[in-house]
């Protein structure tokens, strides 16, 4: 079961709009799927005209180890001029859980080890910059 944490907060003056923020989510899925007879037929008029042969019973799980960002912005009106700028940093890990499953029709019991996915970092900074034309707050 997978589980969240979600956070910001907001500062707010007559030139300045400042907000801050994070949020993280981690946990654990867990997946059984199972057909009977292992396979899946597909019917027409009443008769079955394709097979899919499935490799159930299957048993596997993934691992969320951080889905996690925290971020921070700025609006600052200066005049008719209005800067936008921030920055958000996000990081992202998770692996498979091992994991056995039995054997079925079709298939032996077989077993997997835990897959360690690659660990992925970014920072994203944006700015943007908006001048209001005839100072109406109409144009921009």
């Known amino acids: 079961m997978a589980s969240a944490l979600v956070a910001a907060v907001s500062y707010i003056t007559g030139q300045h709009n400042v907000k801050v923020g994070m949020q993280d989510t981690w946990g654990r899925y867990n997946y059984w799927r199972n057909a009977n007879g292992d ?30 960002g925290i971020f921070a912005q700025d609006s600052w009106t200066i005049d008719r001029l209005t800067l936008n700028y921030g920055t958000r940093f996000e990081r992202f890990s998770s692996s498979t859980r091992a994991a056995v499953s039995p054997g079925g029709r079709f ?29 109406n707050q109409k144009t921009a």
């Open 107 to 135: 298939v032996t019991a077989r077993s997997f080890d835990e897959i360690k996915m690659p660990t992925w970092t970014s920072i994203a900074p944006r700015a943007g910059l908006v001048y209001d034309m005839f100072g």
């Open 39 to 68: 396979l899946r037929a597909l019917f027409r008029n009443g008769e079955a005209f394709q097979a899919t042969i499935l490799n159930t019973p299957l048993d596997f799980g993934d691992k969320l180890n951080a889905d996690f």
